[in-house]
């Protein structure tokens, strides 16, 4: 599966990394996007206490900055306060998403998307940033279907984490239009941030 990396962020496309099996969409206010460089099983609340299940909402993952995290094989994620840092099988070297160089405002609600592809998987990640509450699960609406997937932070609530999901890959995929929509919700059940490329 041959793609190419791209941004998308509104109407700009920049074309970058040309055989790479990459794409990216990033929030409207993201005009410049760079890339340069598991099961749960929870018991059911007690009857008696319907409110206890909303208290114990998921919440992200705490990780020490350059902690890895494996998503899937060969694709591994880490956290520094610059940044996100992330390898795919194709891309073992790794790439980086800053959330420092001012292409983002961690001061709004935003939500970006990087997609990657071999012919067994495709990984996809982003940055959500900027929302009110406590980030607790993440949706997307994707050609394979309707996908959840993990959420991770560093300590001390800096106001961004990373998002991640693996997903099969559908025939005649569509690179561009792969995932259609991304929503990251609260443990309260309301957007904390949402990006639509329908």
């Known amino acids: 599966m041959k793609r190419t990396l791209k941004y998308l962020a509104g109407a700009a496309v920049t074309a970058a990394v040309a055989g790479m099996a990459t ?3 990033a929030a409207p206010h993201d005009t410049a ?13 007690p009857a008696a206490a319907p409110d206890a299940a909303k208290k114990h909402a998921p919440t992200p993952r705490i990780v020490e ?35 420092v ?13 990087q997609s990657e592809g071999t012919p067994e998987r495709v990984y996809l990640s ?12 993440v949706e997307l609406e994707t050609q394979a279907g309707p996908l959840r997937g993990e959420l991770l932070e560093l300590p001390g609530r800096p106001g961004w984490g990373v998002w991640y999901a693996v997903a099969d890959p559908v025939a005649n995929d569509d690179s561009w239009n792969f995932v259609s929509e991304v929503t990251v919700r609260t443990t309260k059940g309301k957007v904390y941030a949402s990006l639509s490329l329908r």
């Open 65 to 99: 900055p350059g902690e890895r995290v494996t998503g899937a094989p060969g694709f591994e994620l880490w956290l520094t306060p610059e940044g996100k840092h992330w390898t795919t099988p194709d891309m073992p070297e790794g790439q980086f998403r800053s959330v």
């Open 23 to 25: 794409m990216s969409y």
């Open 33 to 45: 996007g760079r890339a340069t460089h598991s099961a749960t099983v929870t018991a059911a609340a």
């Open 101 to 113: 160089d001012g292409n983002i405002d961690l001061g709004s609600p935003g939500v970006s998307v």
């Open 126 to 137: 982003g940055l959500y940033y900027g929302g009110k509450g406590t980030a607790s699960v």
